[in-house]
T-cell receptor
Framework: DAKTTQPPSMDCAEGRAANLPCNHS???????VYWYRQIHSQGPQYIIH???NNETNEMASLIITEDRKSSTLILPHATLRDTAVYYC???????????FGTGTRLKVLA | DAGITQSPRHKVTETGTPVTLRCHQT?????MYWYRQDPGHGLRLIHY???????DKGEVSDGYSVSRSKTEDFLLTLESATSSQTSVYFC?????????????FGSGTRLTVV
């Protein structure tokens, strides 16, 4: 099963882009990369996911390297409300369960 | 989140008593999951369901059982609560078990076992 590695914490200035890295060097060909975030004690919130190509939605962009061994979540203009723990997850092929790591605690600074 | 509710939101119970947590969805999603979250551990999967009466164990299933008699309800039972089961419990739903759909999480149940 592919595992992910994320830095434990990052800071970002308000209004700047937040770039959150994730390493998933053991990912297999049919596994997707997912990003979620958890604000304070709320339930995690889905942000974006991708397989090979870069993806963009109203919340963020996901850049996946060509070898798929790492990815970056980009919040283009971070706000104070983006302060949260961000989880990078790789779906486990052939099963129905995701494994959450401990994520990156992003703090957006005024 | 709209479409998924957990009850109760908070519960305090005594060691050795049975406890049932309920997850209810109105999205008609096939897959439902129970996670627990503890400081330093992130979210850990307890049990999941891939259809009515179809369930399987996750990473930390000892001491927990589940039932799914209807598409919309997924119950998590602690047969005899212990202090180590003090945690925040999250339910999640998804249309597909793998690949191209994300999860929607509930707001959580904070359980304290004293």
């Amino acid at each position: 099963d592919a595992k992910t590695t994320q830095p434990p914490s990052m800071d970002c200035a308000e209004g700047r882009a937040a770039n959150l890295p994730c390493n998933h060097s053991t990912i297999s060909g049919n596994e997707y990369v997912y990003w979620y975030r958890q604000i304070h004690s709320q339930g995690p919130q889905y942000i974006i996911h991708g397989l090979k190509n870069n993806e963009t939605n109203e919340m963020a962009s996901l850049i996946i390297t060509e070898d798929r061994k790492s990815s970056t979540l980009i919040l283009p203009h971070a706000t104070l409300r983006d302060t949260a723990v961000y989880y990078c997850i790789v779906s486990i092929s052939g099963t129905y369960k995701y494994i959450f790591g401990t994520g990156t605690r992003l703090k957006v600074l005024a | 989140d709209a479409g998924i509710t957990q009850s109760p939101r908070h519960k305090v119970t005594e060691t050795g008593t049975p406890v049932t947590l309920r997850c209810h969805q109105t999205e008609n999603h096939r897959y439902m999951y129970w996670y627990r979250q503890d400081p330093g551990h992130g979210l850990r999967l307890i049990h999941y369901s891939y259809g009515v009466k179809d369930t399987d164990k996750g990473e930390v299933s000892d001491g927990y059982s589940v039932s799914r008699s209807k598409t919309e309800d997924f119950l998590l039972t602690l047969e005899s609560a212990t202090s180590s089961q003090t945690s925040v419990y999250f339910c999640a739903i998804s249309e597909s078990g793998q690949g191209n759909y994300g999860y929607t999480f509930g707001s959580g149940t904070r359980l304290t076992v004293v």
